[in-house]
């Protein structure tokens, strides 16, 4: 009988003891999965700030709903506004605590990926606000841009969304503002989160839309008011092909922030093959090559362009992009050609992020750009005689009100193909199109083609 309690006694225990490590296991699971659980309140749960910030209507801020002017980059948008709020209806907004990679100027990784994410939010939103931080409009440091929260609400959804929050939150920003602005709180919370969830400029990861080659990325407005500080240095930028010309050709891109287009010469020598297919007229390519100072016409240029037509993915590679791109042509007014001054933002050095605004000819901006002049009279014609091949080359000397512009041709021929004297525009009253250039100490818009000249 003893020994019979004794065994039940000893498988009791043992029965106890496996229960006790089964509670233990069960414990510790639950345990760390409550830890880890999205849907626990543990620290490591994804919270959606955004949802959680509200527009308060009734706040003491200033609020003014607007609409999209233009997409400049992801923390910069030009906004239409009433004439009571600006003079001139727009308000350039630059989005307050976010500092997202550039997409202008020198491009930098998840830049476009950030242009992209605002441009996409704002295009299908019924409604945007913007706001200020507190009781009255704020100007950035520039003077020209304000300070604002920009409010948008979805064409599907009844609650506007703080953008400036929401680049944050999506890791779309290099740096956040302080604790000190409206919502300060949530979008440090915000900032902390994307860092530790390693998302887009915290991941680590290569940027899919960034180029990885050694030339600088740059837009033209870039290139073009900051040009001698890239002498001799390899560049990438992206532009639509607008004429051929003399083993060159012209490369032109527009800038939303100053609403002008921006160019440069691209030559490209005796190449052949498939480069010259990437660099026909109409096509936007992305051109890497050097820059370059043209002595003998006193201008600037890209050349030495890089392309490897066994390897396409190459970084350094002169690619197309589209086809189908038309010139601008932008019409222009010869006074403001002739003796016009812009202020425009350049870089203090090649190596700093600081910029400062410096005065240009705005003939000097426009440079390598299409355009177009109307209503010029032709006073006078010189036509080339050296026995080269541009005998019978023309400049026409032609005035505009008080300004003086000189049109320079190639040999026109006409549609029969007879080659056209200046008996053809000497005294007349000419519209051109064409690019501008830089010959012998003055600007001129040199001509292509005999149906770029409109004769009254």
Known sequence: ??????????????????????????????????????????????????????????????????????????????????????????????????????????????????????????????????????????????????????????????????????????????????????????????????????????????????????????????????ISLYDNSKVAFEGVVTYNNNNSVYVEDYDAETDMYYGMSVYYGYETGELLNILKVGNRVRVVGTVTYYETGGTWQVSGLSYREFKPNDPGNTIKISEGNAASNREIDPELFTGGYMDVEAAVSLDSEDVESKSFKYADLIMSTSVSMKNLQVIDVYTTHNGGDNDGAMTLTCKAGDATVDVRTIVLYDEAGNMLTDSAFLGKTIDVKGIVDYFSGSHQVKVFSAKDITVH
């Open 1 to 226: 009988m003893r020994i019979l309690i004794y065994k039940t006694m000893k498988i009791c225990n043992k029965l106890l003891s496996l229960l006790l490590v089964l509670c233990l296991v069960v414990t510790c699971l639950a345990g760390c999965q409550g830890s880890g659980s999205d849907t626990d309140t543990g620290s490591s749960k994804t919270v959606d700030y955004v949802a959680e910030t509200k527009l308060n209507m009734d706040s003491n801020t200033k609020k003014q709903e607007v609409t999209v002017k233009s997409y400049i980059d992801g923390d910069t948008t030009h906004f239409n506004v009433p004439s009571e709020f600006s003079a001139d209806g727009i308000l350039k907004a630059r989005y307050m605590g976010v500092n997202t990679p550039e997409s202008t100027g020198k491009i930098e990784e998840w830049g476009k990926k950030a242009s992209n994410f605002t441009k996409e939010k704002l295009l299908n939103a019924s409604s945007i606000i913007v706001e200020s931080d507190n009781d009255q409009w704020n100007v950035d440091s520039t003077g020209g841009r304000h300070l604002v929260w920009v409010w948008y609400k979805p064409k599907d959804g009844k609650d506007y969304r703080c953008l400036n929050l929401e680049l944050v939150q999506n890791g779309l920003s290099i740096a956040c503002g302080t604790t000190a602005d409206r919502y300060g709180d949530k979008m440090s919370s915000a900032f902390q989160q994307a860092k530790k969830e390693k998302l887009h400029v915290f991941s680590g990861k290569d940027d899919p839309d960034f180029f990885y080659g050694d030339a600088y990325e740059v837009d033209l407005k870039w290139l073009r008011t900051n």
